[in-house]
């Protein structure tokens, strides 16, 4: 089995620095939420599956901070590679304060659930699911001893009322179990300081997931409410705020980031 390393916590300007995991955060989502985390001077470990180009330009942009970030290759339905990452986000950093899941495995193609294969139903409950649980049992008695822990998930928009989905039953079971993962963590580590939560983004799709808030209001959405699409900055304002030392009040929730889609009455329309 692994052994994790205890070296000494890494410092910035005398003063302890958080420390955050973050599974697929080269690109997409996770970058925004990865330069989020950076910006506020945390250090991070960037778990990435194969795309090279996206962790080359993420290292580009960040030259300056290489020495606060780190990556990790890895498939997040294979618990070997979770334990790995792990164990060197701990041997380089010497600790976790943040444990952010939000790679997400998703099957494109819709087909209804008598059409899965036994491959495709166990990918998307290992990716989705049993990958917080093998990264929040290696997690946890770190986050423990030091009396502190963020643990951030991600559903999609309705998975708190465990709704059913058409043509994506696999990824909305998984996400519908998380929900109630996520707030059972909260619970029973709420004693030991760890918070746990769930962000569900709205219909964030293409170039918006590593867009701007300014640059989503300079076109026009005219499906959601406020009137521009979200983007992956909505998200990692989130994120970061949760993930804050005095956000520990906010745990066991289901936060959605829709522009206001989730609160819309679809039969009146």
Partial sequence: MQSFANTENQCLGGKDVRHALITAGSKGLGRKVTEALLEKGYSVTVNYRQDEEAVSRLKEKWRSSLDR????????????????????????????????????PYIFERKKLADYTDDEWYDMLEGNLSSVFHLFKAVVPVMRRQRFGRIITYGFQGADHAPGWLHRSAFGAAKVGLASLTKTIAIEEAGSGITANMVCPGNIVGDMKEASISEARASLDEETPIGRSGTGEDIARIITFLCDEHSDYITGTVIEATGGLNVINRHSL
Avoid: C, H, P, S
């Fill in 69 to 104: 970030l780190q990556f990790v290759k890895g498939d997040v339905t294979k618990k070997e590679d979770l334990l790995r990452m792990v164990n060197a986000a701990l041997e380089r950093f010497g600790k976790i304060d943040l444990l952010i899941n939000n790679a997400g």
